[in-house]
DNA sequence: GCTCGATTAAAACAGGCGTTTGAATTTGTC
DNA sequence: GACAAATTCAAACGCCTGTTTTAATCGAGC
């Protein structure tokens, strides 16, 4: 098995050096054509003849370094979802210790939750945006081995934060609340899963730098209001949902 | 070409008569197998071979009756999501005309829009609820020609909408709404799409009977109120994302 | 009863799939 | 330089894919 294999880095050839052109490593060739494969055509659709050729490796070089075509789409969401569910928790803690014992406001635990995504978008370089498009649709797909590998890798995170909501809006029952966050989950996937969604909206006209970091601002702030919205009772439901 | 075939219903064996047990037509048992596996599976895992097997026909019927399996996808998608919009668009326009000069309320639009939904999540003997989170997943498939065939299935309905929330909610700018739109059917899409995708939410415990129908209902208020927040200055941006 | 178009049927098509094999090559270590 | 482990490589494996072909069957209309 490919272990402890050292990562080395190519440099640019005038020689400039640190920054990274492309991975030399075979794994790490791999992980990033298949991010972008992934990303664009989806798991089924993505063959492992397209990637390695992509990569510039040979065919064998998937099920040797990961096993098998599953494990490989498991690797490529685990290297960047699992840094960045870490720093969500991270960030929470640190906004949690700050306010003492006064409970944390709606905006603050979204932004605990978004900070580390726009971190992603930001990131030009690694194609961090690739990864939350990738991420978005994964969040849809049917395949049972992608539904139960994404709750594995999400459940401490939900816990940490559905008990941050918690305490931030007393007033909604815990079963509301599990409903409204998977609102936020799935507006926020939704929005990531992909920009070109967008023209399905008529005569939308983007303005010019309208990048992912400005999309989650006017992300934000929609569903907060949205969490905070008076819990709709028995009586008030009737005007919703009569026929005419 | 199949065209003129009279479709004839098959009846119960008691001969009660009216309800439909299984369609007799080739074509509509293909759409109905298909449209359970295409939910389940998704488009590129699912096989002609299995489609024709579940509706017991022959594995050419599909080429003959739809042309291609691209096809057939559009004539499952289509068969539901047609009426639903035209439902959809009619609705608004009854509230339009019983509220008169005055501008309808976001809670009225947004009724417009998910009663029709709700219709079909409440149509037991057709597969509604099939359709629904067949089309939640749709939404987030990375093939063009889905992606090319939804947005010409919903354009109409996105300009009437757009128009009726612009009324609505004057003090919005244009830009702004249309993100906001591109959130609301995001959560809808997302709610849709799988009810198992719940699971990822840690201890999360539906109540016995929470169906979709309950679900819509939680969820409409919360978009409602995430229309209507106040629109984030440049001045309020900073308390969303700064990093500690 | 026969004919003709519509439909069904079985079989084959060419090609792509994920994975495995076994040998060649590279790499690290003494 | 030699040994052993790690990695790369070309080739093949068996299987499945969407589609096409060709013949058989069906169902009216004359």
Redesign the interface.
């Known amino acids: 098995m490919a272990s402890s294999t050292v990562q080395r880095l190519a440099r640019t050839p005038e020689g400039t050096g640190e920054r990274t052109v492309e991975p030399i490593d075979t794994k790490s060739r791999i992980l990033d054509a298949a991010e972008e494969l992934f ?4 798991f ?2 993505t063959s492992l003849r397209l990637i390695t050729t992509a990569a510039a490796v040979n065919l064998a070089a998937v099920n040797y370094h990961f096993g098998s075509k599953e494990e490989l789409f498991q690797a490529v969401l685990t290297r960047r979802l699992d840094p960045m569910n870490q720093d969500r928790m991270r ?1 929470l803690s ?2 949690e210790s ?1 306010a003492g014992v006064t409970p944390l406001t709606c ?1 603050k635990i ?2 605990a939750m ?2 580390p995504a ?1 971190k992603l978008a930001r990131d030009h370089e690694t194609g961090g945006k690739n990864f939350l498009r990738l991420l ?2 994964a ?5 049972p081995f992608i ?1 139960e590998f ?2 594995s890798q ?2 401490e995170m ?2 940490r934060f ?1 008990a941050a909501f918690t305490h931030a809006l007393p007033h909604i029952p815990r ?2 609340l ?6 936020v ?3 926020l ?3 990531l ?2 920009t ?12 010019e730098t309208e990048n992912d970091e400005k ?16 819990v ?1 009772t028995a009586s008030d ?1 009737h ?3 009569t ?2």
Do not use: C, N
């Open positions: 990303m664009e055509h989806g089924e659709a960030l640190i906004y700050e905006e979204i932004s978004f900070i726009l978005g649709r969040y849809a797909d049917p395949a539904r994404l709750s999400y459940a939900i816990v559905r079963e509301e599990s409903w409204r966050l998977h609102f989950m799935g507006a996937s939704y929005t899963a992909g070109d969604a967008l023209k399905m909206i008529a005569q939308f006209q983007p303005g999309v989650l601002r006017r992300l934000a702030p929609f569903l907060a209001a949205g969490l905070r919205s008076p709709d439901a005007q919703w949902f026929e005419t």
